[in-house]
């Protein structure tokens, strides 16, 4: 990031925070940091720091971990790289203005972030019922941070510091940053910008604009004329609000949106069509009483330097130690020695909202800083030898899809992998297998892992086995999960994943080249139920498979309509933005239940519900005594259990971290599960739970839920 000079404050600063490329372990309790490497987040902190006053004071909903996972702790070093004075409010008490006042009036404003996690994901499941835990809270408890927390953050703040200015980002602000549908009040909500009373919202990963908003203030440039900085969102009003916005692409007003759901599908696909730091436009939405909220074009995407010098600032590396005494913060445990080496996808799953927080154009750290890090964790006193990570949306998109994007932007009207890899990407994963390489090579190093996943149809593009190779010989112990997400080729289409023959195809090659190599490893996969397009018989397809995997699934997760996903606009339009075609939806909360349940065929409780959505479908030809059926004409005895029972706890062996598969190292002689690809039943159990759901147990479950801090800040892929 650009290197700033001192302002001029009326209390001198201390010395300006100099780039390091190994942050050093500060004083503190069995290695772990003193108070001091931290920002200041009491007065007295600010006093030890010979500090009158903060220039911005940040109001978070997630604990404070500074770690370059943190969305938080990223923008907060970034500033005071910047030379800018930064103090910490974490979690505060919403319904008292003191909480929010505890480190006084900035000089320049306040910003706002929900945390890693939009606080509703956080806080409700996709039955909308309420979750027990908080991974980003101390001690892992829930209810210590509002429902919708950057609106009700800026409203206490506007209410107690009136013409103090106000910046929202993160996860929640980035998502909502245009009208959106909202899952958990089913209807169309505002722009959050304007919900929560904020002068700027920026969208995206942020790093550039921040340091552009702060400078302008700092300047003396009022709020309001704060209108020119990419990746940022304002509000204008009155008469020729407009004068002064080029270049603009008018969507369709607030009106219309609430008037036709197609109009927001319409809306929904332009924006989509700029997230683009190239070619992506202006694009204003109209309110009423003549109001407009402004979107200027994506920020320019991080170059690999300004992605090694954020990543290598002088983070502390651990949670404050205020939370000691509640055992710390969940969410760190499995970041803590983990890498992030990349950010953005081009893969544009549509269920997922990267590609709208993020973008499309992927951003990588250097071979060099990877290495660096590394170095650094195996100095941590409780490293034990493991790298739980190594990776960011999808671990291996390890540079741009093509050399195109980098001068002419990411394709508007076309897709790098769906519904085939495009002929002009660069599919070749070498560089990524040699850092791989180079990582298990440093000393005190015994093993690292791939959690993030791999997009398979990318690696079965590449000519080569060498990532594969890599892959399955040193990185994945026994069961390597991956994300197909379903079976039936008209779901994967509207999903926008890739075909199942190209599935299968990968776990073939896999299984072949791991038993060349003398190993029993499987493939364990993620799967969705009641995806947008997914009607009973494609249910029903997926349920076959998942018979012919061998195992039931402990935890399956219903599609989720998460804000500003292509999917959610298709399960509130029920069409395909893209096409403006039909899509089937499954909203009745009873067909969703039976979707779920064929998934767990087995489970006694879920025997009404199979045979009443088999009936539906017209496959009563599944329920009988043969080999293919898969429950029987009449109901199990109570008690009885759900078919093979899994072998293994789930649970990590002592001292050891969780495999790529998520959960423990097979036994000598144990056997996975059996992939879609259907062959023979196998006695076993997939490690860990599927990728959109809980554990069997409560530590599997953790894990699972800290995979949202997993270098993405907050990708809110649930």
């Not at 942020?206 to 702060?214: K, N």
């Amino acid at each position: 990031m650009p290197k700033h000079p001192a302002k001029n404050h009326a209390a001198p600063k201390g010395p300006k925070p100099k780039h390091t490329s190994a942050p050093a372990r500060c004083p503190g309790t069995k290695g772990r940091p003193g108070r001091e490497a931290f920002l200041p987040v009491s007065r007295a902190d600010m006093e030890a720091r010979a500090w009158d006053q903060c220039d911005f004071v940040y109001v978070c909903g997630d604990a404070y971990v500074d770690h370059p996972s943190f969305g938080m702790a990223i923008i907060s070093r970034v500033l005071e790289h910047a030379g800018y004075r930064v103090g910490i409010i974490c979690q505060p008490d919403w319904t008292d203005p003191a909480s929010i006042a505890a480190l006084g009036e900035p000089r320049l404003g306040f910003l706002i972030s929900a945390g890693n996690m939009d606080s509703m994901v956080n806080h409700y499941t996709v039955n909308k019922k309420p979750r027990h835990e908080d991974a980003y809270t101390p001690g892992g408890r829930a209810g210590a941070r509002p429902n919708r927390a950057v609106t009700v953050y800026g409203n206490l703040i506007r209410r107690t510091f009136k013409d103090k200015p106000i910046i929202i980002g993160g996860i929640e602000a980035s998502l909502r940053r245009l009208a959106h549908y909202d899952y958990w009040q089913d209807k169309l909500k505002r722009s959050v910008l304007l919900d929560s009373g904020a002068d700027i919202l920026l969208y995206g990963m942020g790093e550039h604009s921040i340091v552009e908003v702060a400078d302008a203030l700092d300047g003396g440039l009022p709020v309001d004329q704060i209108t020119f900085v990419n990746g940022s969102v304002y509000r204008t009003s009155g008469a020729g609000a407009l004068d002064n916005v080029f270049d603009y692409e008018l969507l369709p007003s607030w009106d219309e949106l609430e008037a036709d759901r197609l109009a927001y599908a319409r809306s929904f696909n332009i924006q989509q069509q700029n997230m683009d730091p190239i070619t992506g436009g202006r694009l204003v939405e109209p309110y009423p009483n003549g109001v407009y909220v402004v979107q200027n074009p994506p920020s320019a995407p991080l170059t690999t330097d300004e992605m090694d010098e954020v990543a290598e600032l002088p983070y502390a590396r651990h949670w404050h130690p205020d939370y000691d005494a509640d055992g710390g913060i969940p969410a760190f445990d499995e970041i803590r020695f983990s890498i992030s080496s990349n950010r953005g996808c081009f893969g544009e799953c549509s269920f997922c909202a990267l590609a709208f927080h993020q973008g499309r154009m992927v951003q990588v750290r250097s071979r060099e800083s990877i290495m660096r890090e590394a170095e650094v964790l195996t100095h941590d006193p409780e490293f034990k030898g493991y790298i739980n990570d190594v990776g960011g949306p999808t671990a291996n998109f390890f540079k741009p899809a093509c050399k195109k994007q980098l001068t002419h932007g990411v394709c508007k009207n076309r897709r790098c992998l769906w519904p085939n890899v495009c002929r002009n990407m660069d599919t070749n994963e070498d560089a990524y297998a040699e850092l791989l390489r180079d990582l298990r090579q440093i000393p005190g190093v015994k093993k690292v892992f791939v959690r993030s996943g791999i997009r398979f149809d990318y690696t079965m593009a590449d000519a080569s086995d060498k990532f594969l190779v890599e892959l399955l010989q040193h990185h994945v112990s026994g069961q390597l999960r991956l994300a197909p997400e379903h079976v039936s080729d008209a779901v994967l289409s509207v999903m926008g994943k890739p075909r199942r023959e190209v599935y299968d195809a990968f776990v073939e090659r896999f299984e072949r080249l791991s038993a060349e190599y003398g190993l029993k490893q499987y493939v364990v996969p993620y799967l969705i139920s009641s995806h947008p397009g997914s009607t009973m018989k494609e249910a029903v397809e997926l349920a076959e498979a998942v018979r012919d995997m061998g195992y039931m699934p402990e935890q399956v997760q219903d599609f989720y309509p998460t804000p500003s996903t292509m999917s959610t606009c298709m399960f509130y339009t029920g069409v395909d933005p893209r096409t403006m075609e039909p899509v089937y939806i499954p909203r009745d909360p009873h067909e969703k239940a039976m979707q779920r349940a064929l998934i767990q065929y087995r489970k006694p409780e879920n025997y009404k519900l199979v045979k009443e959505a088999l009936r539906k479908a017209g496959r009563e030809d599944l329920i009988g005594y043969g080999a293919k059926c898969l429950i029987r004409p009449v109901p199990p005895k109570p008690g009885a259990g759900g078919g093979k029972k899994p072998t293994g706890s789930g649970k990590p062996s002592k001292g050891k971290p969780r495999n790529s598969s998520r959960g423990t190292t097979p036994k000598a002689g144990q056997r996975g599960a059996t992939p879609l690809c259907g062959k023979p039943a196998v006695k076993g159990k997939p490690f860990g739970a599927p990728k959109f759901g809980g554990a069997p147990n409560k530590a599997a479950n953790a894990h699972a839920r800290n995979r949202a801090a997993q270098g993405r800040q907050g990708a809110n892929r649930h």
